[in-house]
Structures are given as C-alpha cells and as structure tokens.
T-cell receptor, first 108, second 118 residues
Framework: RKEVEQDPGPFNVPEGATVAFNCTYS??????FFWYRQDCRKEPKLLMS???SGNEDGRFTAQLNRASQYISLLIRDSKLSDSATYLCVVNPGGNLIFGKGTKLSVKP | GAVVSQHPSWVICKSGTSVKIECRSL??????MFWYRQFPKQSLMLMAT?????????EQGVEKDKFLINHASLTLSTLTVTSAHPEDSSFYIC??????????????FGPGTRLTVL
C-alpha cells in the first residue's frame, strides 16, 4: 500500500461546483496532515493544515478521520483560479510524505 | 512570511556536466533543509535531508556521490548533480524548516529548479 494515496483525477467541474478530494495514508502513527496546492511547473504551496476536529478556511474545508486514516478536502463554489493539483501531505514524524496529487480543472 | 529562494530557476546542460543548485532562506535561519525531486505527473520525492553543519541524510536509492549536498550555513544549502545524464532531468525543489518549535512541522518551499540534461 502506498504511503499516501489520492484520487487520481482529473476532476473537471464547472464554476460554482462543490468538489471533494479524498486521501488515505498508511502510517497510523502520523501526526500532522496538510493539503498543498501545486500549480503547473511551480512549487507546492500550503493550502491548509488538517486537524482532527476538522477545519474550515473560507470555501475550503478539511476533515481528518484518524480511525480510517482518511483525509478529505472540500471546495465549495469553485472558482477558475482553483484549477491546480491538490496534494495530500502527511508527516509521520520528521519528513513530509506527498501524495501524487489530484488535478482539478474548473471550467467557465 | 518565510521566503525560500532557489537559483537557477531553470538550467539546460550537456550530459556529463555538473550542475549546482542553490537554496536560500531569505528571512529566517533554516536549521534543516530538504531536497525533493519531481518527475512529470509524479509526486514530490524526498532525496535528502540536511542539517546545518552536518552530513546530509539520503533517502534509499539516492546516490550520495552523485547528488552532493552542502549545508554550510543556516541560510544556504546547495545540491550539485554530478555528471548529469538525461534521466536526471527533473524538477528539483528545496524546502527549509526553522528551529521555532511552534512551526516545526512547516516546511517552506523554494520555487524549484527545472533541470534538462541533453
């Protein structure tokens, strides 16, 4: 089983749609979790950390289920500028482990 | 916020030459720097971790004699790809982490260096 596994995508959605990304991780001892956004040919940028209680930042909501080792990201009212690859990232203790990412394309 | 720069942003070289990539933390002291490589449509793969003043720790499968890492100061780490070959063509990204315990889990990424070996 891969350390961090994500929906392969691509997700093609119209503007205004709600889209959800899923991610599973294999190391049950993982302590911290993140969603990063990566634009084409650019470095990844931190979108948000993910907490056990769930957290929201504007149109973005992240959830963590430690029992299922599952992380999700929900984007509401998607914008054209949300088009990017979303990386699920897990820190099992020291280093970051990146998923392959899910590509999102928001169309007018 | 914490800023990390990389230089050069892109480089094209002939097979057999060596290429040096610099990673600098501009407004904080980076006790630890990480070097990643990303092939097209693949995830970022950690190559090595370096702590200032000590030898880098390489991930399994990464040749330390081919990818030389130097982290001589708290603001600069360099990656030298020695005797580069076409299969080394990739996107190399560094990240840096400070000593602040409150942000210990956070890594700040450089903009990356795109290496093309002909």
């Amino acid at each position: 089983r891969k350390e961090v596994e994500q929906d392969p995508g691509p997700f093609n959605v119209p503007e205004g749609a709600t889209v959800a990304f899923n991610c599973t991780y294999s190391n049950s001892a993982s302590q911290s979790f993140f969603w990063y956004r990566q634009d084409c040919r650019k470095e990844p940028k931190l979108l948000m950390s993910v907490y056990s209680s769930g957290n929201e930042d504007g149109r973005f909501t992240a959830q963590l289920n430690r029992a299922s080792q599952y992380i999700s990201l929900l984007i509401r009212d998607s914008k054209l500028s949300d088009s990017a690859t979303y990386l699920c990232v897990v820190n099992p203790g020291g280093n970051l482990i990146f998923g392959k990412g899910t590509k999102l394309s928001v169309k007018p | 916020g914490a800023v990390v720069s990389q230089h050069p942003s892109w480089v094209i070289c002939k097979s057999g030459t060596s290429v040096k990539i610099e990673c600098r933390s501009l407004d904080f002291q980076a006790t630890t720097m990480f070097w990643y490589r990303q092939f097209p449509k693949q995830s970022l793969m950690l190559m090595a971790t370096s702590n200032e003043g000590s030898k880098a720790t390489y991930e399994q499968g990464v040749e330390k004699d081919k990818f030389l890492i130097n982290h001589a100061s708290l603001t600069l780490s360099t990656l030298t790809v020695t005797s580069a070959h076409p299969e080394d063509s990739s996107f190399y990204i560094c990240s840096a982490r400070g000593a602040d315990p409150f942000s210990y889990n956070e890594q700040f990424f450089g903009p990356g260096t795109r290496l093309t070996v002909l």
